[in-house]
């Protein structure tokens, strides 16, 4: 079985890493071999291979990235860089604060072309997709 601190160094290696397969649910490293000791002393080597859900439940959300790329975050801090309230905003674009508030929360689904309004016509910018 794997630890968090193994898994860790093997994190910092990317050659290491690089090749995984999947194999019966499992990621499995054909190029990376560990020696496994059983109690009657017989030793054989195995691929090293990890389960998606103990890398899963070793893994910390990384918030920052997350709020980054949310519309309500983004939307919030272009208002606020414009210089307006939630209801100065929403009066601009004829809705309510109460439906501005949800989305800067994440708390609501905007349509495309809501989205477009708020920005082009609400903060006086121009919405771009980028990749």
């Known amino acids: 079985m794997t630890n968090s601190k193994e898994l860790s160094k ?10 995984v397969t999947i194999e019966n649910n499992t990621l499995t490293w054909p190029n990376l071999t560990k020696e496994i000791i ?3 002393g017989t030793k054989f080597s195995v691929n090293f291979d ?15 990235r997350n709020n980054r790329n949310k519309i309500g975050h983004l939307l919030k ?4 860089s414009a210089g307006l309230t939630q209801e100065e905003l ?8 109460n439906y501005i ?3 800067e929360n994440d708390r609501s ?15 006086d910018k ?3 997709i980028v990749d």
Not at 90 to 97: D, H
């Open 90 to 97: 929403a009066n601009r674009v004829g809705t309510t604060k």
């Open 101 to 103: 508030s949800r989305i």
């Open 50 to 64: 990890l389960d998606p859900i103990m890398l899963y439940n070793s893994s910390e959300i990384d918030t920052k």
């Open 38 to 40: 059983l109690k009657s």
């Open 77 to 80: 801090n272009a208002r606020k």
């Open 109 to 123: 689904d905007i349509e495309f072309k809501t989205l477009k309004r708020i920005v082009e016509v609400g903060l």
């Open 10 to 19: 093997l994190s910092k290696d990317e050659d290491l890493l690089s090749g």
């Open 126 to 128: 121009r919405l771009a």
